[in-house]
């Protein structure tokens, strides 16, 4: 597949699994590789399955926080974490600010 067949498959797949936490093993199966070839196919496009799910991730999280108005507690339930103190560390990660501040601006 070419780059944006590749990357635009897997956004659909990981956004279609989102909910349950997807792994490199369970979605290089899904597309019937292994995982390590998968990681080179993710490599040869300049990404990584980590980048691919945090993208996917960050993406779900500004959706609920904007369409949605969920809070912290309910976009961390939705996307599997633990707590929503893990969530917003990870939020802050991927997107250089915290969910409350990204609200702030809207």
Avoid: I
């Amino acid at each position: 597949m070419g780059t944006p067949g590749l990357l635009a498959a897997l956004y659909d797949c990981l956004l279609e699994n989102v909910r349950r936490g997807p792994t490199l093993e369970g979605t290089a199966a899904a597309f019937g590789v292994s995982p390590a070839t998968f990681k080179r196919q993710l490599q040869r496009h300049g990404t990584h399955f980590q980048a691919e799910l945090d993208q996917v991730r960050t993406h779900v999280a500004l959706w609920l926080f904007h369409a949605r108005r969920a809070g912290n507690e309910a976009v961390a339930q939705y996307l599997g974490f633990h707590d929503s103190a893990n969530f917003r560390r990870s939020f802050k990660r991927w997107t250089g600010q915290t969910p409350g501040l990204l609200r702030a601006g809207w």
